[in-house]
Every structure is written in C-alpha cells, then in structure tokens.
C-alpha cells in the first residue's frame, strides 16, 4: 500500500471536486456556460442539467494542475485528475438524468465513484497504485464527500445538506 500516495490523490480529489462547488458560491451565474448547451437527450430530458458547466471543468483542472505540483506531483498528474473527475461527475450526471433524478439530486455511489475511480485508474500507469490502493480512495473519498457534504452545507457552499 502507498499511503503519501492515497492521500496525495485525495487531496487532488477534493480539490477537483470541491472548486465547482466553491466557483458556484462565489461566481453564482457569471460564466457558468451549462456544458450541455441546454440540449435534451432522446428521453425528453436535458444530457446533463444545468449545474455541470464549462467554468467549473476548466476551474477544476486548472485548480488540480496548480495543486499537483504543491503536492508532490506532476503537473500532468494534476490536470489528468481534474479532468476525469470532471468527465466522471458528467458521466453521473447523465446517468442520473436517465434515472430521471433531478440535476443535484443525491445518489450515493453513483455521485461518487465515477469522479473517483476513473481519475485514479487514469493515473494507474503513472503512480505506484495497487488493487488496494484504489479501492481505499475511492472507499475514503466516498464517506468523505457524505460528511464534507454537510460541513460544506453549513458554511452555505452546497445548496443541499446531503
């Protein structure tokens, strides 16, 4: 097990998925172009819904490749992280919205483990990870959101207390 690197990816985790969050708080409306473009899907429904915008996946892997560095990892690391964490949030998203969940609606799992997993297993070939390794991360980024979530509720960065 390679713990300095679980929480090096944790922290890369949090930050990828905490600068949307945190740009929404702070931008509200400004530059929050909807990364779907508003388009419907066979279904009737919207592909992704509003709250999954340009400026927050351009603010995520500017933030994760800024971050990277300060870290202890590459720059390259960082801007794989953000950007498959926010390919992962987009995937439950869509998945969600053919569930026919409404857009920031919670779904334990489905909200967590693809932002989670697939950015991991993106930085598989460059990082020493083992089997167990990932499944920490993904475990410990799982109960971390829940509670962070409510933390974040509190200091009014989350618009619901999940």
Do not use: W
């Not at 400004?30 to 996946?57: E, Y």
Request: net charge positive; with cysteine.
């Amino acid at each position: 097990m390679h713990p300095v690197t679980i929480l090096q990816l944790l922290a890369l985790l949090a930050v990828a998925n905490g600068t949307p969050v945190v740009a929404k708080k702070f931008l509200g409306e400004r530059f929050a172009i909807p990364l779907d473009g508003g388009l419907g899907f066979v279904d009737g429904r919207r592909l992704l819904g509003p709250s999954k915008t340009l400026r927050g996946v351009i603010l995520s892997v500017l933030a994760t490749s800024i971050g990277a560095p300060i870290l202890g990892l590459e720059l390259q690391v960082g801007a794989v992280v953000g950007g498959v964490a926010m390919f992962g949030d987009a995937l439950s998203s869509f998945l969600k919205r053919r569930l026919g969940l409404p857009p920031s609606s919670m779904a334990t799992g489905l909200d967590q483990i693809p932002e989670s997993l697939l950015p991991v297993l993106a930085c598989s070939a460059t990082l020493p990870l083992t089997l167990t390794d990932v499944a920490v991360v993904v475990v410990v980024f799982l109960a971390g959101e829940i509670v962070l979530s409510r933390a974040f509720y509190s200091l009014h960065l989350r618009d619901r207390p999940y």
